[in-house]
């Protein structure tokens, strides 16, 4: 039974830094998908980052030069570097983990993924 926990979640100031961190008990991220999502209320839940392979990331239009993903050398801790933050980044933090190649070709969608942590939360102020 894989389980996902993320942590790192945490309340700064615009144009700061967090880190966010995802235990993933149960899963090794190096052959299938792997993924950070967000949602804030009233809105769809969109991704972000994710990696795949173990080594190819991809990431939000948004968040592109400002997000680094990249996972931890066993490939069963995710992190989610998050640099020069905006109020446009508030929201719950997913960690979402693939277990099927599929992810690959769908790596943005929500579907791709079977196992999801609890969520924790980010809030940006200006």
């Known amino acids: 039974q894989v389980h996902l926990l993320e942590s790192g979640g945490d309340s700064v100031q615009a144009g700061g830094s967090l880190r966010l961190s995802c235990a993933a008990n149960g899963y090794n991220s190096n052959r299938y998908c792997m993924g950070w999502f967000r949602q804030v209320p009233g809105k769809e839940r969109e991704g972000v980052g994710f990696?795949?392979?173990?080594?190819?990331?991809y990431y939000s239009p948004s968040v592109k030069g400002r997000f680094t993903i990249s996972q931890g050398n066993a490939g069963n801790t995710l992190y989610l570097q998050m640099n020069s933050l905006t109020v446009e980044d508030t929201g719950i933090y997913y960690c979402?983990?693939?277990?099927?190649?599929?992810?690959?070709?769908?790596?943005?969608?929500?579907?791709?993924?079977?196992?999801w942590g609890q969520g924790t939360q980010v809030t940006v102020s200006s």
């Open positions: 979402a983990a693939a277990t099927s190649f599929s992810c690959y070709s769908n790596i943005f969608q929500q579907r791709s993924y079977e196992y």
């Open positions: 990696i795949a392979g173990g080594h190819s990331t």
